[in-house]
């Protein structure tokens, strides 16, 4: 299966792309994370996204697709793009790189959720530096206070979970990455609507069920 999940910072994108890959069994390809890694390793590519992400702003488009075409290379079988396309401009160039393979999306999923609960998920959001694994101060606790449930140590508070860097990344989703919804309505693509805007479990028997139906 080839996903896409859609929906703002904060909606729960990698968490519920965790439970859809640990029951169909594809590639996770988060954007984030591959530019983190890009980071730590001090790449040219990190070093180019690094100030863009520590403001909330967008890396650059032509960055980003080259990056993600390449991961999605490395996944034939099957995927869930996480955080990717953001704008149209990287839509587009999603879709050219797959016609160009013969391939396409089976779906979008895309998570809905109002501005209001954001900014509590992601200033107490925590996650594990080691093996990325995505934990909540409130709505989903490690089994040890501060500590990653799969023994890897201390989990950190990403540097741009301030107050202030969250209002920004939603500004920009709001002006440039929103409409990428609209961008596949318009190609007639499948899209699964989901209320993400209720408890984590509840979201994701939600998303699995739509998945289970398309997959018939
Ligand atoms: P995204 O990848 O879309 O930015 P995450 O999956 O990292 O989102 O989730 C952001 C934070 O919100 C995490 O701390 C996560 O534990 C928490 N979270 C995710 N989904 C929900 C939900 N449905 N209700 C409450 N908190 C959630
Ligand atoms: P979240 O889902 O919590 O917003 P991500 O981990 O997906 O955060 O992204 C962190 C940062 O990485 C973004 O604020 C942005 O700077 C950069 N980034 C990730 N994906 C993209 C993308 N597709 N296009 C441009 N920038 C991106």
Known sequence: MKLILLGPPGAGKGTQCKRIVDKYGMGHLSSGDILRAERKANSELGQKAQSY??????????????????????????????????????????DAALEKAGEKI????????????????????????????VYHVVNLKPKADGQCDAGCGALTQRKDDTPEVVSYRLKTYHEQTAAVVGYYQGKGNTILDIDANQDIDKVTASVLGKLDALNG
Do not use: H, W
């Not at 209001?116 to 107490?124: H, L």
């Open 53 to 94: 992400m520590d403001s909330g702003a967008l890396v650059p488009d032509d960055l980003i697709i080259d990056m993600m075409i390449a991961a999605i290379k490395k996944a034939p079988s099957g995927y869930v793009l996480d955080g990717f396309p953001r704008t149209v401009v990287q839509g587009e160039g999603l």
């Open 106 to 133: 089976d779906a979008i999923v895309n998570l809905q959720v109002p501005d209001e609960p954001i900014m509590d998920r992601m200033t107490g959001r925590r996650s594990c530096p080691e093996c990325g694994a």
